[in-house]
């Protein structure tokens, strides 16, 4: 009966021998309010409040059910039995008979939203009056849907069977519930369903798209896990269609979306899901430092590929403590910019030769050739946002210093600023996007025009984000408004920088580069990393960021010559092989 004290049998159970048992996907919740259970009789155990719900509503009355759940089958307070038991959480959850996911919510399933299955996302004309949905929306605010562990758990399942209290939600509701995050998102973005914004902020919040693209699309790239690996390369364009963006270094970052009550679950609550990590690649030890272990992941990165893609990352928050600045972190809100690195033709010729971590995880130890320093650094505002005056003042200013005495010229003349207006990296999302892609000419045209509509006295405050939301069909053509578009998207969320020798580059906006900061071409890295020498440290230097275009350099030039493994000192037009520890 409901009210009846809780009692079960403990039993040991191999999962070589295929067990037939449910495993309980719940949120843990306050454990201050003790609750207990009997267990095989004599022995009574101290659970929390929620567990304790959950066990009570998936009881069955008649005959016994077998369940696994973590606070009861893993001994707690041992950091022994924690490491072992979550290097099998993958097993356990895959292997049980279903996942049965509590939810502590109260759900009217005669609500309107649920008697119109499967039809709600499929009509044309679909409300989006918020009391419609409101049900479903309540029940997937829930807190258990933000939590790290369960997305693990119901990614890997074979079924699941959603309770909430004691209410059981049918397959076709279940299947629904699930694909609905992923479905909502996709259509609130389609400009014929613009209206269902809100209904996407209600069930998503204020995320690009649900975590892993959404659990119902999560679990059938899962199923494809075994075929994946097998065909696995980094150097194929396979890696960055089929496993960059399921990589452990992606789901790793995107885990800042997620609730965890230990840091360290940001690593080892994704070993399950990530599409590179196999069996072995990575320890689960909590004893450890987090830097220690978030370092696991580029470690694992580099030992299996050999490259340094994570340090094309760009990051919100630098200073985290007990984190080095190279290391991408999930508190930094760091994200890989796959697009970029998958677009440059050279990324896959020079491995990290000599390259290691070291220290506990504290330094990166690379090697590389110095290019250039900076020497400048223009505004700090993304330079959407900065009026047209202003950064064509910066750029007349640069061609005056960079020219001398000879003859200025015109800024639209000038190779290095045509340059920059052309996102060499972005071709594929102009495509989608469909963003015109300019040629020199028409880069020159689109320049000049620009610069000219910003010189009218009522435009002076005019920004690049400006011409795509302001009426100037009396001062631009269609056309020239496309166009504008594509200068506005090859200096999105970027400032310019300009270097000691007269170069101009792009940086994210949010890095904190500055004068004297130095440009590195390394080993195994596609792209040109900015590094600021770090003082009282032999050849030591700080991550600042990464270059996201400058003339010269975004293609493998700043190593070309240089042999594969060229040894320390080795020379080549002036340039030379340097360590470099990156603190």
């Keep these: ?16 021998q295929a067990p037939n048992y449910n495993a309980v996907s719940y949120v843990w919740g306050d454990q201050s309010r003790a609750f207990s259970i009997t267990l095989n009789g004599r022995m009574a155990l101290r659970i929390g409040r929620n567990l304790h719900h959950a066990l009570r ?47 502590d919510h109260e759900m009217d399933t005669a609500s309107e939203i649920f008697q119109r299955l499967p039809d709600v996302l499929n009509s044309k004309d679909l409300r989006a009056d918020m009391e419609f949905w409101s049900p479903a929306m309540n029940l997937l605010q829930n807190p258990y849907w933000k939590r790290l562990w369960i997305q693990q758990e119901l990614i890997l399942s074979r079924e699941i069977v959603i309770n909430c209290r004691d209410t059981v939600l049918d397959p076709r509701s279940t299947d629904w ?24 902020m209600g069930i998503n919040g204020d995320y690009t798209q649900p975590i892993f693209g959404g659990i119902s699309f999560a679990r059938s790239v899962n199923s494809r896990r075994s075929d994946i690996h097998r065909s696995l390369q980094l150097t194929s364009s396979d890696f960055f269609n089929d496993v960059s963006w399921a990589s452990l270094l992606t789901l790793f970052l995107d885990t800042y979306r997620l609730e965890t009550s230990e840091q360290k679950d940001r690593v080892y609550g994704m070993l399950g899901l990530a599409m ?11 004893a450890l430092p987090l830097a220690s272990v978030y370092a696991k992941i580029p470690e694992m990165f580099l030992n299996k590929h050999g490259f340094l893609m994570f340090l094309c990352h760009e990051t919100q928050v630098h200073d985290v403590a007990d984190l080095p600045s190279w290391l991408p972190a999930p508190e930094r809100k760091s994200v890989i910019i796959w697009t970029a690195i998958g677009m440059n033709p050279e990324y896959a010729l020079n491995k990290a030769w000599g390259a290691s971590i070291k220290y506990n995880g504290l330094c990166l130890s690379v090697r590389g050739v110095s290019v250039s320093k900076i020497n400048k650094v223009y505004s700090r505002e993304d330079f959407r946002l900065t009026p047209i005056s202003q950064w064509g003042e910066y750029l007349k200013d640069y061609l005056e210093r960079k020219r001398g005495s000879t003859p200025c010229g015109s800024i639209w003349d000038d190779e290095e600023i045509l340059y920059i207006l052309s996102p060499w990296f972005q071709a594929d999302i102009f495509r989608s996007l469909q963003i015109p892609t300019l040629d020199k000419m028409q880069q020159q045209a689109t320049l000049q025009k620009l610069l000219a509509i910003a010189d009218l006295p009522d435009q002076s405050a005019l920004g690049l984000v400006d011409t795509q939301s302001a009426d100037l069909s009396h001062l631009a053509s269609v056309q020239e408004l496309q166009a504008f ?4 998207f090859a200096f999105q969320n970027q400032f310019l920088f300009e270097t000691s020798d007269f170069r101009l580059g792009t940086v994210f906006y949010l890095s904190p580069v500055q004068s004297g900061d130095e440009i590195w071409c390394l080993y195994g890295c596609p792209l040109p990393i900015i590094l600021r020498p770090h003082p009282g440290r ?15 350099l975004m293609k493998g030039e700043g190593l070309a010559g240089f042999p594969v493994d060229a040894p320390l000192g080795f020379t080549h037009q002036g340039r030379e092989i340097r360590p470099v520890d990156i603190w």
């Design 1 to 16: 009966m409901p009210g009846d004290k809780l009692t079960g049998r403990l039993f040991v159970a191999s999962l070589d």
């Design 57 to 103: 509503d998936l009881r069955h009355i008649e005959h016994p059910i077998i369940l696994w759940t973590d606070a009861i089958c893993i001994q707690q307070g041992s950091d022994q039995e924690q490491n072992h038991q979550v290097q099998l959480m993958a097993q356990i959850y895959s292997r049980a008979k279903s996942v049965r996911a509590w939810i």
């Design 177 to 200: 519930l699930l694909n609905l995050p992923l479905n909502v998102s996709v259509r609130a973005r389609n400009r014929e369903d613009r209206r269902l914004y809100n209904v996407d």
């Design 276 to 286: 590179d990590f196999e069996e072995g690649d990575i320890a689960v030890e909590y």
């Design 485 to 488: 578009r594509s200068i506005l």
């Design 538 to 552: 032999l050849n030591g230097y700080t991550w600042v960021g990464f270059v996201r275009n400058m003339k010269g």
